[in-house]
């Protein structure tokens, strides 16, 4: 059972645009939700992370919405760029072990 | 210059073979984690261990060993139990294994079958 579903699986995006990533949980202890880019070859890095207190957290271009009571969390690209052509993981957190969303491709059109 | 070393790069295990897959950190972290990633489905936990000597399994330890003598290490062992072993494994650390923190990931090993 996927506690994380990640959606969607694939993303295209043109050059200067947002670009999207949702991602929806059900269990109400996880307490830390972070997002993780990879490229190939590549371990996950961590991009930016959220805990259930706050509802936006902003970093530069990226950006995450969250809210409690849908149990959604979403990740903002703003003004997308060739180089975020990359893997995208969400993930949720609780008692120290990780749940992954199954990843997001995006590509980003020059 | 602080991070996860994973060794090696790229593996090659034959029929009935135990492989072991290094991890290192010198990050000072006190829980490690091993995940197996394959195509379209995420991450998943194969074994992660909280503090020195202590280590529980994840959802897919089957066919999988780990050991944590040292808190800088956290070796993988892939036994010839392990049917399908053909994957890209990651090592992550986080400073605790029991609060919400984040995880740093090495560069992977890909295990393949000969």
């Known amino acids: 059972q996927q506690q994380v579903k990640q959606s969607p699986q694939s993303l295209i995006v043109q050059k200067g645009g947002i670009s999207i990533i949702n991602c929806a949980y059900e269990?109400?202890?996880?307490?830390?939700f972070p997002w993780y880019q990879q490229f190939p070859g590549k371990g996950p890095a961590l991009l930016i992370a959220?805990?259930?207190?706050?509802s936006e957290k902003k970093e530069g271009r990226f950006t995450i919405s969250f809210n409690k009571s849908a149990k959604q969390f979403s990740l903002h690209i703003m003004d997308s760029q060739p180089g975020d052509s990359a893997t995208y993981f969400c993930?949720?957190?609780?008692?120290?072990?990780?749940?992954f969303g199954t990843g997001t491709s995006l590509t980003v059109i020059p | 210059d602080g991070g996860i070393t994973q060794s090696p790069k790229y593996l090659f295990r034959k029929e009935g073979q135990n492989v072991t897959l290094s991890c290192e950190q010198n990050?000072?972290?006190?829980?490690m984690y091993w995940y197996r990633q394959d195509p379209g489905q995420g991450l998943r936990l194969i074994y992660y261990?909280?503090?020195?000597?202590?280590?529980q399994k994840g959802d897919i330890a089957e066919g999988y060993s780990v050991s944590r003598e040292k808190k800088e290490s956290f070796p993988l062992t892939v036994t010839s139990a392990q049917k399908n072993p053909t994957a890209f494994y990651l090592c992550?650390?986080?400073?605790?294994?029991?609060?919400?923190?984040?995880?740093?990931f090495g560069d992977g090993t890909r295990l393949s079958i000969l």
């Open positions: 992550a650390s986080s400073i605790s294994g029991s609060l919400g923190q984040p995880q740093h």
């Open positions: 993930a949720a957190s609780t008692s120290g072990q990780f749940y």
């Open positions: 261990s909280q503090i020195v000597n202590d280590f």
């Open positions: 269990n109400t202890a996880f307490d830390y």
């Open positions: 959220i805990r259930p207190d706050v």
């Open positions: 990050l000072n972290h006190d829980a």
